[in-house]
């Protein structure tokens, strides 16, 4: 894994983005002139140099740039502005005609709404009993193409299904509402299309969270020489591995320069690794579901929705702290501005599962040990 020399302060060509280097470089992207002010930032990321340079690095500086997604509503345009920090001076833009950004949060909570006052909707709810549209969850898929007429008129789609709730904090998907389906233009909140088929029974059972949980008996994790590694900008080494840690927004989790130290020889294992896709295909051919297959990361973004852990409380033990920065959204005094967000290491020596509430606050979760 190569490394700076010894004294010097200048960064790893792949050392994570600082909260001021994402904040400088969405700013100058929404300056450049590249495109509208008003453009929404769907993410931006460290434009990686090329493998060669990395490698041959000796601890000359290299140039930091930074792409930054943006997307223009009122044309429906996707465009990746890179631009070299921290003097702001526009390096490319492509304009990604024929694609579209990951879905951004405020879209996602824009569409709920859309949906729950359109009043074809309201009228197929109310035939299945349900009325208060406020106890209605809504969920605005990634529309998929399937060939359709539809699919070809480059809207910015979304198929939207609904589940009935009992009350604040209840598990939306054991109410499903089955055969309703509203085709939705994301840009406009226009209803193209609303599906109303066969009406089926809400399920009314019970199947909350938060219900039922168990008192557990106190754990502790005990390490008392540390945890074992060191992370030192986004360079991590464990015994004897070494490796560099970043988070990518649609990637997620990337290592780089992957090596084994053997016998003072540094042995190269890998030079990058993540993933590249996380597709699920739900398979069943019933109307609420026949079109359902998640792209994790290029419809969502695995990093995007990455929570932040708790030292303490979602991590128990020695842990070491990753820091990485992510564009905010929404309920922000800025959107589209980076915030800070610390990813947390640990030893997996206890599985454990966090689960997290778009609808309420993104931010917040809820960590559950194995065997509660």
Known sequence: MTQAPAGATVRHPLAPLTEEEAA????????????????????????????????????????????????EKDLGRTCMVTVSVPDGSLVSCVYALAAQPPIMVEEWLANVEAVRKDPGFQAACARRGVTDMAMVQVDPWPASNFGLPVDGEGRRLARCVAYALDGPGDNGYAHPIENLVVLLDRDTGEVVELQDGEVVPVPRASGRYDGGARELAPLQIV?????????????????????????????????????????????????????????????????NHWWKNAFDAGDVGLGKMANALELGCDCLGENGVMQSVKVSQPRVSQPGMPVQSARTLRRPDLPCERSCNVRTDPATGETARMGR
Not at 38 to 59: D, F, N, Q, S, T
């Open 24 to 71: 400088a470089a969405c700013r100058a992207a929404l300056a450049s002139g590249a495109v509208d002010p008003r453009a929404r930032i769907a993410y931006c990321v460290l434009a990686e140099p090329p493998k060669e340079a990395v490698l041959g690095w000796a601890g000359t500086p290299l140039p930091r740039e930074v792409t930054v997604v943006t997307y």
């Open 223 to 287: 390490q008392p020489d540390g945890p074992g590694f060191t992370v030192d900008d986004g360079a991590l080494s464990w015994g004897p591995w070494r490796l560099r840690a970043s988070m990518h927004p649609i990637e997620g989790l990337v290592l780089h320069e992957i090596s084994y130290v053997e016998g003072g020889r540094v042995r190269p294992v890998v030079y990058r690794a993540s993933l590249s896709e996380m597709v699920v295909p739900y398979g069943s051919t019933s109307m």
